[in-house]
Nanobody, 121 residues
Framework: QVQLVESGGGLVQAGGSLRLSCAASGWTFSSYAMGWFRQAPGKEGEFVAT????????DYGDSVKGRFTISRDNAKNTVYLQMNSLKPEDTAVYYC??????????????WGQGTQVTVSS
C-alpha cells in the first residue's frame, strides 16, 4: 500500500523556521520525483518545491525561493522541506506528493494527508 505521511508542522513566529518531513512506504521511493504543495484557506493550491528522483535537481515556487530548501534521503524513504524566514503568508496545509517532477499537481500520483503550518505575525 502506497503511503505518504507528513510531519513537522506547527505554529511558529514570523522569521522562524520549521522542517517538514514526508515518510514514504509501499513502493520504491527513488523511482519517483517528489514535490511539496500548499493550500491556504480560501485559496488555490500552490506549488512549493520539487526534487528529482536522485535529488540532483530541485525547483521552487517564486514565493519561497531563497527561503525554502527541499531535500531527500532515499535510504530513509523521506523527503524534507526546510523552511526558513517564515512569513504569515506561508500559513497553509502542506502536502507532499510523489510523481513526475513538475510545478503542476496533476503530474503527481500519490499524496499525503497534509500537515498544518501556521506562522504568526
Amino acid at each position: 500500500q502506497v503511503q505518504l505521511v507528513e510531519s513537522g508542522g506547527g505554529l511558529v513566529q514570523a522569521g522562524g523556521s520549521l522542517r517538514l518531513s514526508c515518510a514514504a512506504s509501499g513502493w520504491t521511493f527513488s523511482s519517483y520525483a517528489m514535490g511539496w504543495f500548499r493550500q491556504a484557506p480560501g485559496k488555490e493550491g500552490e506549488f512549493v518545491a520539487t526534487i528529482s528522483r536522485r535529488g540532483a535537481t530541485t525547483d521552487y515556487g517564486d514565493s519561497v525561493k531563497g527561503r525554502f530548501t527541499i531535500s531527500r534521503d532515499n535510504a530513509k524513504n523521506t523527503v524534507y522541506l526546510q523552511m526558513n524566514s517564515l512569513k504569515p503568508e506561508d500559513t497553509a496545509v502542506y502536502y507532499c506528493a510523489a510523481g513526475r517532477s513538475s510545478h503542476y499537481s496533476s503530474a503527481y500520483d500519490y499524496w499525503g494527508q497534509g500537515t498544518q503550518v501556521t506562522v504568526s505575525s
